[in-house]
T-cell receptor
Framework: DTEVTQTPKHLVMGMTNKKSLKCEQH?????MYWYKQKAKKPPELMFV???????INESVPSRFSPECPNSSLLNLHLHALQPEDSALYLC??????????????FGNGTRLTVT | GEDVEQSLFLSVREGDSSVINCTYT??????LYWYKQEPGAGLQLLTY?????DMKQDQRLTVLLNKKDKHLSLRIADTQTGDSAIYFC??????????????FGSGTRLQVQP
């Protein structure tokens, strides 16, 4: 069982829809991350929040909009996605912003299909 | 991120040892990690090693680090069918913001034959 909870587990959306992915952790971690993983590929970093502030945006298209309402919650708002955005979206958290012996703890992901 | 390389596939028989190899490029990495991903699941942290260590053992898992060659390996003793999964090594790298992020290797698919 993972201590990082992601909802929903599966999501199918059309290109004109607006949806949100949610992530929650109660480990007291102050850094949270969104990764995108395509089939048979490693996870790729999208966003990092550190102390509820966006620390890193890896040049992700604006159709992905992250939000960190508090230290336990992380959202990813989706709008006007393309079929190539279909992937597994993984949320992770750590005690500090990646590195320094603070490993990332991952949720089980949301499998997104854009039709 | 920096390049982290792994072989794509490894097949072993149940009860044998498995060795998964990884090479990384960022010599400033302070910690190196091994994650396991089962089908349809997220990444499970298996173990990690600090860069000033050569070896770390945790039950059936042994991590070896050759910092000179930037080579990391994960040995799984007495491999079981439940060990079948994709194994990712990961290193931290320094971003322009001064923060560190985690970059992953391509993953090694371990298949355990009964």
């Amino acid at each position: 069982d993972t201590e990082v909870t992601q909802t929903p587990k599966h999501l199918v959306m059309g290109m004109t829809n607006k949806k949100s992915l949610k992530c929650e952790q109660h480990m007291g971690h102050r850094a949270m991350y969104w990764y995108k993983q395509k089939a048979k590929k490693p996870p790729e970093l999208m966003f990092v929040y550190s102390y509820e502030k966006l620390s890193i945006n890896e040049s992700v298209p604006s159709r992905f909009s992250p939000e960190c309402p508090n230290s336990s919650l992380l959202n990813l708002h989706l709008h006007a996605l393309q079929p190539e955005d279909s992937a597994l979206y993984l949320c992770a958290s750590s005690q500090v912003s990646s590195g320094g012996g603070s490993p990332l703890h991952f949720g089980n992901g949301t499998r997104l299909t854009v039709t | 991120g920096e390049d982290v390389e792994q072989s794509l596939f490894l097949s072993v028989r149940e009860g044998d040892s498995s060795v998964i190899n990884c090479t990384y490029t960022d010599s400033s990495s302070t910690y190196l990690y091994w994650y396991k991903q089962e089908p349809g699941a997220g990444l499970q942290l298996l173990t990690y090693i600090f860069s000033n260590m050569d070896m770390k053992q945790d039950q059936r898992l042994t991590v070896l680090l050759n910092k000179k060659d930037k080579h990391l390996s994960l040995r799984i003793a007495d491999t079981q069918t439940g060990d079948s999964a994709i194994y990712f090594c990961a290193e931290t790298f320094l971003l322009d913001t001064g923060r560190r992020a985690l970059t992953f290797g391509s993953g090694t698919r371990l298949q355990v034959q009964p």
